[in-house]
T-cell receptor, first 114, second 114 residues
Framework: KAGVTQTPRYLIKTRGQQVTLSCSPI?????VSWYQQTPGQGLQFLFE???????NKGNFPGRFSGRQFSNSRSEMNVSTLELGDSALYLC?????????????FGPGTRLTVL | AQSVTQLDSHVSVSEGTPVLLRCNYS??????LFWYVQHPNKGLQLLLK??????LVKGINGFEAEFKKSETSFHLTKPSAHMSDAAEYFC????????????FGKGTTLSVSS
C-alpha cells in the first residue's frame, strides 16, 4: 500500500498570506490528524477529521482550519500567516476505529514564513 | 492532565553497544504508549506500541520497551546499536479522554559513533 502523502513538501510564504496544505491518507483509512512540529514547542496536535467531520481539536487559534473530503483526503489552511507559523506540518492517517489505532505519518510539509 | 517526559535530550552510544532511551508518563487513565522514530527530513515511523496487553513490547529493528506501571515508565532499549539507528526518538501517550490526539515527548536525539 502507498503511504501517507503530503503536498507540497516545501513552501515559502510571507507574513499575512494564507496557505493550504494537502494530505492523502493510506487507502482505507478514514481518519486524518494534523500536527505542528517546531524546535521550541515540539510536536503538537492541531485537529483530527473523520468521515468529513472534525472530531477532535487541539489548542490552536482559529487561523488554523481544515477539512476532509469524501475520499478521506484532507486539507489544512492557515490564514494570516505569522512568523511563528514556520514549522513542519505532519499529517497522520489511521483507520479511525479508536484511540489505540496506529497513526501513520506522512513526510510533512516544511512551511517557512518570511 | 496527561504528559510524557523524555529524560534525556541527547544520548550518544558506540556502534554495537546497548541503547537505552528513557520515558516517564503521567496519566490518570490507562494509557496507550508508543515510540516513534524520525530520521532527518523524514516523517515519523512507529517503532512499537503498548495497549494494555503484554508489558514487554517488541518492535521493529530490534527495539523493545517495557511498560512499568509502578514506575510510570516506558523505556526503549536495543541490545546493539547500529549506525542507521541515529535519529530522533519520540515517546508518545494516548488516552481516551484526549480522543485520538497523540501527546508527544520533547524527543531524544540518538547519536551512534563507529
Amino acid at each position: 500500500k502507498a503511504g501517507v502523502t503530503q503536498t507540497p513538501r516545501y513552501l515559502i510564504k510571507t507574513r499575512g498570506q494564507q496557505v493550504t496544505l494537502s494530505c492523502s491518507p493510506i487507502s482505507g483509512h478514514r481518519s486524518v490528524s494534523w500536527y505542528q512540529q517546531t524546535p521550541g514547542q515540539g510536536l503538537q496536535f492541531l485537529f483530527e477529521y473523520f468521515s468529513e467531520t472534525q472530531r477532535n481539536k487541539g489548542n490552536f487559534p482559529g487561523r488554523f482550519s481544515g477539512r476532509q473530503f469524501s475520499n478521506s483526503r484532507s486539507e489544512m489552511n492557515v490564514s494570516t500567516l505569522e512568523l511563528g507559523d514556520s514549522a513542519l506540518y505532519l499529517c497522520a492517517s489511521s483507520l479511525g476505529q479508536g484511540v489505540v489505532d496506529t497513526q501513520y505519518f506522512g513526510p510533512g510539509t516544511r512551511l517557512t514564513v518570511l | 492532565a496527561q504528559s510524557v517526559t523524555q529524560l534525556d535530550s541527547h544520548v550518544s552510544v558506540s556502534e554495537g553497544t546497548p541503547v537505552l532511551l528513557r520515558c516517564n508518563y503521567s496519566s490518570s487513565y490507562s494509557p496507550s504508549l508508543f515510540w516513534y522514530v524520525q530520521h532527518p527530513n523524514k516523517g515519523l515511523q512507529l517503532l512499537l506500541k503498548y495497549t494494555s496487553a503484554a508489558t514487554l513490547v517488541k518492535g521493529i529493528n530490534g527495539f523493545e520497551a517495557e511498560f512499568k506501571k509502578s514506575e510510570t515508565s516506558f523505556h526503549l532499549t536495543k541490545p546493539s546499536a547500529h549506525m542507521s539507528d541515529a535519529a530522533e526518538y519520540f515517546c508518545v501517550v494516548s488516552v481516551p479522554q484526549a480522543g485520538t490526539a497523540l501527546i508527544f515527548g520533547k524527543g531524544t536525539t540518538l547519536s551512534v559513533s563507529s
